[in-house]
DNA sequence: ATCTAAGCGAGACGGTACGTCACGTCTTAGA
DNA sequence: TCTAAGACGTGACGTACCGTCTCGCTTAGAT
């Protein structure tokens, strides 16, 4: 069905440098200000190129973030045993590298990317929130096997509660949050060790 | 030195049919499609004048989060005396409301306001979800007054846990979270009534 | 029939106040970038009063045409009974004030103002150049009389070309015209004196 | 080191178009009516291909000038032998295409295309007039050899005054000129042959 | 060793929305 | 009731990007 390799293939090369100068650029300025030009212009590309191989600026997103090239970054959880000293830790340092200014332009550019579209959202969101999620669930479980949750924490709501409070805090920079130790103390419905 | 009265005063019919225009037209459309020529036609007014008061959409917008006239449904947090039942009932009715494809167009347009402005993400953030926070703290410390928080629970916490999973639904529209009930007992740290 | 004097008398100080101010800005920036809210603004009066005195700028112009404020400058024709020189004194003249870039830019005024208006065309043309065009006449018939013009010139066709050279002269800044005198001789069909 | 041509070549055609829109729109509705919106409607163009090829209004219309596209009617002037009766006939002729109102607007456009800068004056005019003049020039030189203008004419000078009286005319359409059988005369110096 | 077809950088094309400017009208308070 | 001030609806301006369409030039498989 693929046409066989007539003519010049396509340039590898031109694709990645488009990717990675929609990454830099979304770092640098924010997705608001992001120009199929500009995107062109830094991966030394022609505009025609970026078309032919998207059609659009939110599908070159899209692809960043299916790709994992452009999510929040990728702070493992711990796992020492010690449920809450591990999600403590965790959400220290996914909130430390909020304040990096590139995370909160990738945050944005997540978030309008998938404006206007149901699906896009959807896959946006599974992608890049999707890995925490999972993650997360899965440590909860290992959690409440070990006796480390409270006996009405459900670990699905528990993951929602986690997620959703970073991406508030994240969107509310001027907010005096509880402390980190005080969010998982309370989400887990347990006593700090 | 600022010239008391002098001239024609601005119409503040005008003022409110560009704010209901833009809210009407977010509502219908979305953000992404908003133009001052399109809220300037709805409202029966002209363009010059939508700029002579706002520097930029996302300024109207603005004062559209600041007069709470944009925001999420205001849904009031019941007070039956009975905690989880309440906070369940109203986090039900949220939920309900985010359906709603204009309440998801309210919230995208609120992100994207706020994007490249940090000051102005704080103000929009704090004025559209401030009440909702507050409100909850409240209805949370008289919960704990009567003892029907969890020993671990922090209000704060609870609201930020609270507000971020409804934001983290709101942008997830493919996910299959957890019962409301189950996520109220959650951070509760209560079995069900 | 007119409204005995009720209400406050309109002000003629302001309506010689903003006629002063379009002729003064005319000869500064010129007829193109002239404005109503600059007229007002160095009238010292308010844009309102400019629209109740005259229907449009291009009638300002023509009122100061009218009134022999805004015109080529008032040079007279000598009369010292030698017609050649007194025409070619007041040729001279006329050709040397056009290097003043006012007078330029009056000139410029009178025909843009004429623009799209036949009506108003005539009025200015006549008005401005009309007194010119008479005098012309007048002398060149007393020159007649004295025999000072050649045997088939006709006054009415010297005074129109006259002028027109004038006009043609002054919308060709770069071009080298012949020297006034040779002018004058040719229109008079003489040998110089 | 201009790159030659790289990129896609602009379209001679789109060029043309809007050039034609031009000189069409000035005829139709007159200068001052011109916007770069109707002439890129009325061209089948863009706006912003206007913009790309001319900084203004103003050089659109020099172009035509240059181009000798947007000038009075080319009329020849007849040479029959006979000055006198060639130079009237000509004036007769370019007197009558000065009834067309399209002629007007035209004339109008060379001048106010002009206003404001001195350069674009004496190029336009110069462009406008300057063949004119020069066949005026050249008849009449011809004219000297023959004996056929009077002792005392200098062809640049009558050049001057015919070109300036046919200037003056269109600009004072109520005048009652003299014939111009009489203008003619009356410039060469000359009786009716 | 051509020939042919597709991708490439470049950049012009027809559009749409932007934010500014001036227009001519309207609506205040004050003289 | 006219005045200065200034907001109103309107519409042209010149700019920035959009997504599409040629250009001349590779680049590689098919001839």
Redesign the pocket.
């Known amino acids: 069905m693929a ?9 590898e090369q ?1 694709r990645r440098a488009i990717l990675a100068a929609t990454r830099d650029l979304i770092a640098e300025s924010g997705y608001e200000q992001l ?3 500009a995107i062109a212009a830094r991966a ?6 970026v ?2 191989w998207w059609a ?2 939110e599908l070159i997103v899209a692809e960043l973030v299916v790709n994992g090239e452009l999510t929040l970054p990728p702070v493992p959880i711990p796992d020492t045993g010690h449920l809450q000293h591990d999600l403590t830790a965790w959400l220290d340092e996914i909130m430390l590298s909020l304040n990096d200014p590139q995370a909160g332009a990738l945050m944005l550019a997540l978030v309008t990317a998938a404006s206007d579209n149901e699906a896009d959202a959807r896959l946006l969101y599974e992608m890049s929130t999707g890995p925490y999620h999972a993650a997360l669930v899965d440590r909860l479980a290992q959690g409440v096997s070990a006796g480390q949750v409270g006996p009405h924490g459900d670990t699905t709501a528990i993951a929602d509660a986690l997620i959703g409070t970073v991406l508030f805090r994240a969107l509310t920079p001027g907010a005096r949050p509880a402390p980190t130790s005080v969010v998982i103390r309370t989400l887990l419905g347990r006593s700090e060790s």
């Open positions: 046409e066989a390799g007539r003519g010049r293939p396509r340039s031109s120009t199929v030009q030394g590309s022609g505009r025609q190129t078309y032919r659009s600026k």
